[in-house]
């Protein structure tokens, strides 16, 4: 019996609630995927949803367009293989079906809706892989356009995961449309989060509380660097904490901020500046509510955990066809 060693250049396209984004890895067998390209595009699908719940025609337009743009870089980056996978603006439009096949009929590309447990699971995996085992019990909260993902265990797989549809878009275009919320709205917003969260927090409570408790996501990643954390220039490796006490001090500041002052703040884009009010009241609900004093943040999320993922399937076959 013989080992499989395989390397090979593998495209993955997150199309997100609010980002479409191609990454390009090296992929080694028994090595962390070395990213080699990255292409983005603000789409906004979770505010592109129709008074039915439906994606947009615009929101269509724009992803086929992305997903086109996109299949063209992999192809001129000698990706050997395209990942495409989409997550809960499109999980959740009642057209999905006829979404995914505009993008087929248009690209030639078939998008996998990952279910909201699939997303939270592999967003776990690619963070156990990122901290090793000495973490011991992870808990895991991701918070993106349109959803917010928790998951929880000591092995490599989560025993306790939930999607919950909490995403800082989604918030943002139910609740938060005016630049400067009253204080009424903002209050009746907090109370509905922390009811949602709460209800769902008692198997993660279960078995205590985590020894390391982690947060992924551009909006988590955001709102550490609002707070004090390192810029991303700094590198991968550096230490990033989002503190309970900096957050809760720092939402009334947004409270009174425009969108234009928010897009101004350390590590914010003006993408998603407007977005960062209901991100940080989900991620104050998630500290105060599972009584955490910080999350880490960590580099690898989604995209990497479905990497991964990919990679240890290529291995296992590798090895049983050497049987």
């Given at each position: 019996?013989?080992?499989?060693?395989?390397?090979?250049?593998?495209?993955?396209?997150?199309?997100?609630?609010?980002?479409?984004?191609?990454?390009?890895?090296?992929?080694?067998?028994?090595?962390?995927?070395?990213?080699?390209?990255?292409?983005?595009?603000?789409?906004?699908?979770?505010?592109?949803?129709?008074?039915?719940?439906?994606?947009?025609?615009?929101g269509v337009d724009a992803?086929?367009?992305?997903?086109?743009?996109?299949?063209?870089?992999?192809?001129?980056?000698?990706?050997?293989?395209?990942?495409?996978?989409?997550?809960?603006?499109?999980?959740?439009?009642?057209?999905?079906?006829?979404?995914?096949?505009?993008?087929?009929?248009?690209?030639?590309?078939?998008?996998?809706?990952?279910?909201?447990?699939?997303?939270?699971?592999?967003?776990?995996?690619?963070?156990?892989?990122?901290?090793?085992?000495?973490?011991?019990?992870?808990?895991?909260?991701?918070?993106?356009?349109?959803?917010?993902?928790?998951?929880?265990?000591?092995?490599?797989?989560?025993?306790?995961v939930r999607s919950l549809?909490?995403?800082?878009?989604?918030?943002?275009?139910?609740?938060?449309?005016?630049?400067?919320?009253?204080?009424?709205?903002?209050?009746?917003?907090?109370?509905?989060?922390?009811?949602?969260?709460?209800?769902?927090?008692?198997?993660?409570?279960?078995?205590?509380?985590?020894?390391?408790?982690?947060?992924?996501?551009?909006?988590?990643?955001?709102?550490?660097?609002?707070?004090?954390?390192?810029?991303?220039?700094?590198?991968?490796?550096?230490?990033?904490?989002?503190?309970?006490?900096?957050?809760?001090e720092m939402i009334p500041?947004?409270?009174?901020?425009?969108?234009?002052?928010?897009?101004?703040?350390?590590?914010?884009?003006?993408?998603?500046?407007?977005?960062?009010?209901?991100?940080?009241?989900?991620?104050?609900?998630?500290?105060?509510?599972?009584?955490?004093?910080?999350?880490?943040?960590?580099?690898?999320?989604?995209?990497?955990?479905?990497?991964?993922?990919?990679?240890?399937?290529?291995?296992?076959?590798?090895?049983?066809?050497?049987?």
């Open positions: 019996m013989s080992s499989s060693v395989f390397a090979m250049r593998l495209g993955v396209l997150d199309i997100g609630s609010n980002t479409g984004h191609l990454l390009v890895v090296d992929a080694h067998d028994g090595a962390a995927p070395i990213p080699a390209y990255s292409h983005k595009e603000a789409l906004r699908l979770a505010e592109h949803l129709d008074e039915h719940g439906a994606v947009s025609r615009q992803l086929v367009l992305f997903v086109k743009e996109a299949l063209e870089a992999a192809q001129h980056k000698g990706c050997e293989e395209i990942l495409g996978f989409a997550t809960s603006a499109v999980r959740d439009a009642v057209n999905t079906d006829e979404v995914l096949r505009n993008v087929h009929d248009e690209t030639g590309v078939d998008i996998t809706v990952l279910p909201g447990d699939d997303e939270a699971r592999l967003t776990f995996l690619a963070v156990r892989r990122w901290f090793g085992w000495s973490s011991g019990r992870l808990a895991v909260f991701d918070i993106g356009g349109g959803s917010l993902e928790i998951a929880a265990g000591a092995d490599e797989a989560p025993d306790v549809p909490l995403g800082a878009g989604r918030l943002t275009r139910d609740w938060l449309r005016d630049e400067q919320p009253s204080q009424e709205t903002v209050r009746e917003l907090r109370k509905k989060v922390r009811a949602d969260i709460a209800r769902d927090a008692g198997p993660l409570l279960h078995d205590g509380r985590p020894d390391h408790a982690v947060a992924t996501s551009k909006t988590l990643r955001s709102l550490a660097r609002v707070c004090g954390a390192a810029p991303s220039a700094e590198g991968t490796r550096v230490r990033r904490i989002l503190p309970a006490d900096d957050l809760a500041k947004l409270t009174r901020m425009t969108t234009s002052e928010k897009s101004e703040l350390p590590g914010v884009s003006a993408r998603r500046a407007h977005q960062l009010l209901a991100g940080a009241l989900v991620a104050d609900a998630v500290m105060d509510l599972f009584e955490l004093p910080e999350l880490e943040v960590c580099p690898w999320a989604l995209r990497e955990g479905v990497i991964l993922e990919r990679l240890d399937q290529i291995s296992i076959l590798g090895n049983t066809l050497k049987l």
